[in-house]
């Protein structure tokens, strides 16, 4: 009997400690670097707090707010109206906080001959219109147009910013993730696609859009236009360890993770 | 009292595959059928244009069932002679020996994980492809056929090897003496003989290759229009159940119309399955 007793005052401990300081973050596959790389410098700094981090996309981590099923929902883009009347009938009270930047790059393959392009010709590519790329001064070779997934917050951008309510071409590859995007492009002569800049490597090829290169400085002089601010969504102001967590991100220390996992830093 | 004790557990385990079955029905119906009343059966189900966040939403679901429906039957065209023709090798024709030692590999095929033939068709068959044909990409109805087809033989393979070897020797004694020679007696007297259980692997295997969700989503393209040719991106159901749920808002009419295809994919395949099962036992009857 007293051995029983020890054990069951044990499990209690021991889920004590786990529920100590439990922070759990969902959300956009964009925002998870920079919530990965934080949560593990921060758990190192506060070895009491746990965070529990996952990703499966904007809707999913918006969802899971509104459900209570997390403190802190990842989102690449702006919550919608229906999902805040939403989280308003939970009883929820979301704070929107912009953490970071991205900056949309436009990639081609290295062996296209295109350096620029202007939103017009973006525009014209991605419904359809210009199919070549002899129509943009480069060799004669059919553009094969890659986007990201409907639902996908990059997408959602790339809808708002570059097609501006128009439908994307029915021609248009849809895949599932920037890396994705990045290594069909590498392998496709006659690829052009959109991915976040912390993308970008020695494989694809970046075009100056409106005849500016992406880059940090250019995003947030916002010379740079195809950008947008990356969330994480909480329920009221964060307080106790989830405030810390979100100062912790604002810190110095928390904007430099941004940088080095590829997006930019708020000024 | 263990006896009965372990009788109640087996019973429990049957029992909850049943109540896991029509969990599964009931919400994806519950969440599904809506779609219907408020985009209209004909108009989800025959509309040509899928394009779910543009506005306003166009939600016709026919260009993902036809895409489904050429990248399975590419896969049939592609395993159907080598899963039976490799069926009839190992039951027929192969000595003892080399049949003890081709059948791992065939089961190991049967095994890989299908990311893996994801993998494969994205790195070397794609580019492979697009060279070969000379045309702009590799990501398309043929590559993801190409690789399903190899998926799905395994299972024609091993379904059909099972019904051949269960086809009484006497009837090929029968033959045999007859005068028939051996591709006589394989094709007019025991493939026959093994028909409804070859028809059912096939089945099963159009079953699994239609609802095969990451090969397709890794090498199909993804392109959401009506298909024109094999040698264009296309957009099967599964691939855009599973990419565009991940950031869909919960409970809109995107994320129902994404139920509503399941159910569609769901009443595809279960309707493959049943019609093995009847095949298999009316087999079994006669």
């Known amino acids: 009997m007293k051995k029983f007793f020890s054990i069951f ?8 400690i786990i529920f100590a300081g439990q922070i759990t973050i969902t959300g956009s596959t964009t925002v998870f670097p920079i919530a990965q790389k934080a949560a593990e410098v921060f758990m190192n700094a506060n070895p009491e707090i746990n965070i529990s981090l996952r990703g499966g996309g904007s809707g999913v981590g918006i969802a899971a707010l509104i459900n209570g099923q997390a403190d802190i929902a990842n989102a690449s883009r702006p919550m919608k109206t229906k999902e805040m009347k939403l989280a308003r009938e939970n009883g929820i009270n979301v704070v929107e906080n912009v953490v970071a930047r ?4 436009i990639a081609v393959n290295p062996s296209n001959n295109i350096d620029k392009i202007t939103m017009e010709q973006m525009k014209g590519i991605y419904t359809g219109e210009i199919n070549n790329w002899s129509e943009l001064g480069g060799e004669s070779m059919p553009i094969v147009v890659i986007s990201r997934d409907y639902s996908s917050g990059t997408f959602e951008v790339f809808k708002k910013l570059v097609l501006e309510g128009a439908k994307v071409s029915d021609n248009a590859l849809l895949l599932a993730s920037n890396k994705a995007v990045q290594t069909t492009v590498a392998d496709t002569p006659g690829a052009i696609g959109y991915i976040g800049i912390g993308y970008l490597d020695e494989t694809v090829k970046a075009l100056k859009l409106n005849g500016v290169f992406p880059s940090i400085e250019t995003v947030n002089n916002e010379t740079y236009k ?4 990356l969330f994480m969504y909480t329920n009221g102001q964060p307080s106790g360890d989830l405030g810390q967590f979100m100062e912790f991100i604002f810190s110095q220390q928390g904007q430099t993770i941004v940088e080095e996992v590829g997006y930019i830093p708020l000024n | 009292m263990k006896e009965r004790l372990f009788k109640y557990i087996n019973f429990t385990a049957a029992f909850l595959s049943v109540v896991f079955l029509f969990g599964i029905i009931f919400s994806i119906f519950s969440e599904g059928l809506p779609v219907f009343a408020e985009i209209g059966v004909f108009e989800f189900l025959f509309g040509t244009s899928w394009h779910p966040v543009h506005y306003p939403p166009e939600m016709g679901i026919l260009p993902l069932i036809v895409s489904s429906l050429v990248v399975t039957a590419g896969a049939l065209i592609i395993s159907l002679p080598l899963g039976v023709g490799s069926a009839i090798y190992l039951s027929e024709i192969a000595r003892p020996g080399v049949r003890e030692a081709l059948k791992p590999f065939i089961e190991l095929l049967a095994g890989i994980p299908s990311v893996i033939y994801g993998l494969f068709g994205m790195a070397f068959l794609a580019p492979f492809i697009r060279k070969l044909f000379d045309i702009p990409t590799g990501l398309n109805a043929l590559t993801a056929s190409i ?8 299972i024609i393979s091993s379904i059909a090897e099972d019904a051949l070897s269960s086809v009484p020797k006497s009837l090929r004694e029968a033959s045999l003496a007859l005068g028939a020679n051996r591709s006589e007696t394989i094709f007019r007297v025991v493939l026959p003989a093994a028909k409804s259980g070859v028809i ?11 609802g095969e969700t990451m090969v397709v989503l890794m090498v199909a393209g993804g392109s959401p229009g009506m298909i024109k040719s094999i040698l264009r991106p296309v957009r099967p159901m599964t691939a855009a159940i599973a990419s565009e749920m991940g950031e869909t808002i919960m409970g809109s009419l995107h994320y129902r119309a994404l139920f509503g295809i399941a159910m569609v994919l769901f009443i595809i395949t279960f309707a493959s399955n049943l019609i093995t099962q009847f095949i298999l036992e009316k087999g079994k009857r006669q």
């Open chain 1, 9 to 16: 005052m044990g499990i209690i401990a021991v889920t004590g």
């Open chain 1, 102 to 105: 991205d900056g949309l790059a």
């Open chain 1, 226 to 229: 195809l950008a947008r601010p």
């Open chain 2, 147 to 154: 690789v399903l087809g190899i998926m799905v033989t395994p």
């Open chain 2, 200 to 210: 059912a692997g096939v089945i099963l295997g159009f079953g699994r290759a239609i």
